[in-house]
């Protein structure tokens, strides 16, 4: 008889987010556990409950990807390229973490639950991370707000709403075109100071 294929909780991981974000949360472990080349024993050995598996698939990391970006700055370089730099990273981060969170919403996962998980929830950590770089932004004078978090949430809420739009149907035209006048517009009622 063969020995079961092994597989890493990565491997396990990559396979049920293709699956759960394909088929849906109610995708057969079964389904999961065929496309790796194991039972699903194996699955619940590592992960205890389809819940449990469906959660660590589709979770959204501790720290959004784009969040270096805002940490050190802003730099010498002209505002508005590092808005682009920053947005276009957003944009590619929401592009992922969308589907993932619509999906375990599907599920009937309770957000706030989840979001209680993390030391802080990365959406109140991006929220102030950007925060800080629009303020760091306005004490430098390269740019001019009364409320840098009002311009951290414009900046998330229109990069993530586009996201949210295409997974019902509603966005097309080009992604890079969009960032370009998100910035220009926030650039614009920001009196960036080239």
């Known amino acids: 008889m063969a020995r079961p294929r092994q597989v ?49 698939a589709l979770s959204p990391p501790a720290e959004p990807a784009w969040l ?38 599907a599920s009937g996962i309770d957000m706030r639950a989840l979001m209680s998980r993390y030391d802080v929830p990365p959406p109140i950590r991006a929220q102030r991370a950007l925060t800080a770089w629009f303020a760091r932004a306005v004490d430098r004078g390269i740019a001019h707000t009364a409320d840098p978090a009002a311009v951290a949430s414009m900046l998330i809420g229109a990069l993530h709403g586009r996201h949210f739009m295409a997974q019902v149907g509603g966005v097309t035209g080009d992604d890079e075109a969009y960032v370009d006048a998100v910035v220009t517009t926030l650039c614009d009622g920001l009196e960036v100071t080239p």
Do not use: N, W, Y
């Open 68 to 105: 270096p970006l805002v940490h050190p700055g802003p730099d010498d370089r002209p505002l508005r390229d590092q808005l682009v730099e920053i947005a276009s990273a957003m944009h590619r981060f929401f592009l992922g973490v969308t589907p993932c969170i619509a999906t375990l919403q």
């Open 8 to 56: 890493s909780d990565d491997e396990i991981l990559e396979a049920a987010r293709e699956c759960f974000l394909t088929h849906g949360p109610g995708v057969s472990t079964t389904v999961i556990a065929e496309q790796l080349g194991v039972s699903q024993a194996a699955l619940f050995k590592r992960f205890h409950t389809k819940q449990d598996l469906l959660i660590a």
